[in-house]
């Protein structure tokens, strides 16, 4: 099989990327693909607990920005296809791409599979920070172990007043909901708090011996503003796009009088909706189970989206 040489471009990046990924435990090699067989350009991988995690990496500084995002798109979807891997990353070169509108990047993550991110080489420090935070080891975490701590007490509060919703900020609201739903019984995914893919936890259970996946949206902003037609439906496509069981859209602040009627029947069935209430309800059952007290007749499922608004 004859070998591709990496080109000058190619060659650059991969002393960026050996750099910034060798210091978070990653080897990062030039993949020798000849060009029909459309393999990415690089290929990072390392051992977490005994399993490989593998990431495909695609260069494009096409003139035109937006053909060199579709390119670089089609060719990592076809690249998942044939070899799974846990993240498939566009790189961006191109000198205006740090001028393209962020907006316009999340609508192509949007519509992609959640694991593809796309970003300008300026951002990969930071991009692999957040990897690295992502894949640690967590649970010999001091930090982390701390942060739980705080937000079962955040459980507590809010179970018994509401009100104390209110004074929690964003990120702390998230760490509460997510280890609620670890308590209650999930396996349970926290996204990083930026590039979340449109959803802020990843839920997994079994329900009759079958592997069930949800996800949760969590919008809790100071101004009160209320969740409209566009996130629902954003949120929505996430879960299609995803091939998720279901999922649920909490807003502390609630929700626009019409932000149920852009949704299709097929769409309305995936996806249910919860306000403030839904979550002190959690948080109820959360404590009680703390305290032996729960005797559950419900699945994880009707408990996630008993008193929710939905089909």
């Known amino acids: 099989m004859i070998e591709r040489q990496p080109e000058k471009n190619e060659k650059d990046a991969l002393e960026i990327l050996s750099k910034q990924l060798s210091q978070i435990g990653f080897n990062v090699k030039f993949s020798d693909n000849v060009q029909r067989l459309r393999g990415p350009d690089f290929i990072a991988n390392k051992r977490i607990n005994g399993i490989e995690y593998k990431i495909a990496i695609e260069l494009k500084s096409n003139k035109q920005i937006t053909e060199a995002i579709r390119n670089g798109i089609n060719t990592l ?7 799974h891997f846990d993240k498939l990353l566009l790189l961006l070169l191109n000198k205006n791409s740090k001028n393209f509108n962020n907006a316009n990047l999340i609508k192509y993550q ?5 694991n593809l991110e796309i970003i300008n080489l300026d951002d990969l420090e930071k991009w692999s920070q957040n990897l690295s935070d992502e894949i640690s080891p967590k649970e010999q975490n001091e930090v982390f172990f701390y942060i739980r701590q705080i937000s079962k007490k955040f459980i507590e509060l809010v179970g018994k ?8 900020e964003w990120r702390d609201l998230e760490r509460m909901v997510s280890e609620l739903f670890e308590g209650i019984g999930f396996k349970t995914t926290l996204t990083p708090s930026s590039k ?7 839920l997994e259970c079994l329900i009759n ?14 101004s009160a503003t209320k969740v409209g037609q ?3 439906k954003e949120f929505t496509q996430v879960i299609i796009n995803e091939k998720r069981d279901k999922g649920l859209f909490l807003s502390t602040y609630g929700f626009t009088n019409n932000y149920y009627e852009s949704l299709s029947e097929k769409q309305k069935s995936i996806v249910h909706f919860g306000e403030k209430e839904k979550i002190v309800e959690l948080c109820k059952i959360y404590e009680k189970i703390n305290n032996g007290i729960w005797n559950p007749i419900y699945t994880l499922e009707d408990i996630l989206f008993e008193n929710t608004t939905g089909i």
């Not at 979807?77 to 070899?83: D, G, L, Q, R």
């Not at 949007?110 to 959640?114: A, I, M, R, Y």
Request: glycine share 4%; aromatic share 4%; net charge negative.
């Open 209 to 222: 011996d079958i592997q069930k996946t949800f996800i949760i949206e969590i919008k809790h902003w100071r």
């Open 77 to 83: 979807k076809e690249v998942n296809k044939k070899n």
């Open 161 to 168: 007043d509401i009100e104390n919703l209110k004074d929690l």
């Open 230 to 232: 566009a996130a629902v």
């Open 110 to 114: 949007n519509e992609n599979p959640t």
């Open 196 to 202: 979340d893919g449109g959803k802020d936890i990843i």
